[in-house]
């Protein structure tokens, strides 16, 4: 078992939809979560920053962390085409020096 | 042109041959990280900077792999007698603080050994 797991997907979804994109992991010393995007042939951009428990909003996405389950999430409201990508979770723990990913849910939203 | 930098974005290598991939982080960023992305997966950890000083090399699939950070800035990822498994995107990040915070990443470097 991986330490992070995502579900690669795909998922599509029309536009305007609300999208859940999840993320579990095994080490309960995890304490830095967060979300990236990637477009095909990219770089990640950094989407979430979230530390330890509880909830955050930044315009159309919002980001929420339970530690009681070892289970994130990122949702994304009024989806647009332009939110099509790749959407990793990444986290670290205190002493940790480098982010372990999951592999990536590619989402399609379509016009 | 404020973000981390690389270059090639494309290399091209027969099996066998030596690499040097570069990585221009974002000016002031204290620490610097290198992660290698195969097809279809989330990026693996390869090794840390802070500063000039390489804290963590423990993600280096082999001795085959090396990096470094002379001046604190720019850093170079070497691969020798490069093979196939080696074809991935490298990808560099930087961080304005020491240790875990937001990792900023460049756009990366495709290599594909041939």
């Known amino acids: 078992q991986k330490e992070v797991e995502q579900d690669p997907g795909p998922l599509s979804v029309p536009e305007g939809a609300i999208v859940s994109l999840n993320c579990t992991y095994s080490?309960?010393?995890?304490?830095?979560f967060m979300w990236y995007r990637q477009y095909s042939r990219k770089g990640p951009e950094l989407l979430m920053y979230t530390y330890s428990s509880g909830n955050k909003e930044d315009g159309r996405f919002t980001a929420q962390v339970d530690k009681s389950s070892k289970y994130i999430s990122l949702f994304i409201r009024d989806s647009q085409p332009s939110d099509s990508a790749t959407y990793l979770c990444a986290m670290s723990d205190e002493a940790g020096t480098a982010l372990i990913f999951g592999k990536g849910t590619t989402l399609s939203v379509s016009s | 042109g404020a973000g981390v930098s690389q270059s090639p974005r494309y290399k091209v290598a027969k099996r066998g041959q030596d690499v040097a991939l570069r990585c221009d982080p974002i000016s002031g960023h204290v620490s610097l990280f290198w992660y290698q992305q195969a097809l279809g997966q989330g990026p693996e950890f390869l090794t840390y900077f802070q500063n000039e000083a390489q804290l963590d090399k423990s993600g280096l699939p082999s001795d085959r792999f090396f990096a470094e950070r002379p001046e604190g800035s720019v850093s170079t990822l070497k691969i020798q007698r490069t093979q196939q498994e080696d074809s991935a995107v490298y990808l560099c990040?930087?961080?304005?603080?020491?240790?875990?915070?937001?990792?900023?990443f460049g756009p990366g470097t495709r290599l594909t050994v041939t």
């Open positions: 080490n309960s010393a995890f304490q830095y």
């Open positions: 990040a930087s961080s304005l603080v020491e240790g875990i915070h937001e990792q900023y």
